[in-house]
T-cell receptor, first 109, second 115 residues
Framework: KNQVEQSPQSLIILEGKNCTLQ??????????LRWYKQDTGRGPVSLTI?????NTKSNGRYTATLDADTKQSSLHITASQLSDSASYIC????????FGAGTTVTVRA | DVKVTQSSRYLVKRTGEKVFLECVQD?????MFWYRQDPGLGLRLIYF???????EKGDIPEGYSVSREKKERFSLILESASTNQTSMYLC??????????????FGDGTRLSIL
């Protein structure tokens, strides 16, 4: 069983709307949690990295939250744009990196 | 701007062939990684290297080997390609992961098909 579970597997939203992606993990001990964006045909690109002591971090219209007690993280996309269409990958760092399977976001005009 | 370059975007090989995938980074990173990415499974670590000539097995090393003769270059070798090795292969590099604010930088991947 994967130690990093992402939901939903995929979602479709209209341009300009907000959405939230979820990441639950069982990895322990926890070092940091990362969110990556992967455009089709490209490699993943780092959006945010949060350590144990951080509970929110923003990168433009992307805001990640972390609850280390419940082992949950979310990535919120505000005022979505067509360029936000991508896969979003949650990665938890302990003594190694554990990758979620990703959430595919499609933004429609 | 940081850059990880993979030698081929698309590659088609035949069963039994020896296949080389090359990766070069220009950031002077100590760590380099090879992953494969399959639908629904996420990225799975094949091998990583934390220094020149050093290598460690990842989660799925069977059927693969690696070479790191220079700090900037990390090669993945499929000794005898099989159809179940058809996949997207991603190379990444980073400073030591113990530096918790350091992300991995990824190349754009090689989509390998074994016929």
């Amino acid at each position: 069983k994967n130690q990093v579970e992402q939901s939903p597997q995929s979602l479709i939203i209209l341009e300009g709307k907000n959405c939230t992606l979820q990441c639950n993990y069982t990895v322990s001990p926890f070092s940091n949690l990362r969110w990556y964006k992967q455009d089709t045909g490209r490699g993943p690109v780092s959006l945010t990295i949060m350590t144990f002591s951080e509970n929110t971090k923003s990168n433009g219209r992307y805001t990640a939250t972390l609850d280390a007690d419940t082992k949950q993280s979310s990535l919120h996309i505000t005022a979505s744009q067509l360029s936000d269409s991508a896969s979003y990958i949650c990665v938890v760092s302990a003594n190694k990196l554990s990758f979620g399977a990703g959430t595919t976001v499609t933004v429609r005009a | 701007d940081v850059k990880v370059t993979q030698s081929s975007r698309y590659l088609v090989k035949r069963t039994g062939e020896k296949v080389f995938l090359e990766c070069v980074q220009d950031m002077d990173h100590e760590n380099m990684f090879w992953y494969r990415q399959d639908p629904g499974l996420g990225l799975r670590l094949i091998y990583f290297s934390y220094d020149v000539k050093m290598k460690e097995k990842g989660d799925i090393p069977e059927g693969y080997s690696v070479s790191r003769e220079k700090k900037e270059r990390f090669s993945l070798i499929l000794e005898s390609a099989s159809t179940n090795q058809t996949s997207m292969y991603l190379c990444a590099s980073s400073f030591p992961l113990t530096a918790s604010n350091q992300p991995q930088h990824f190349g754009d991947g090689t989509r390998l098909s074994i016929l």
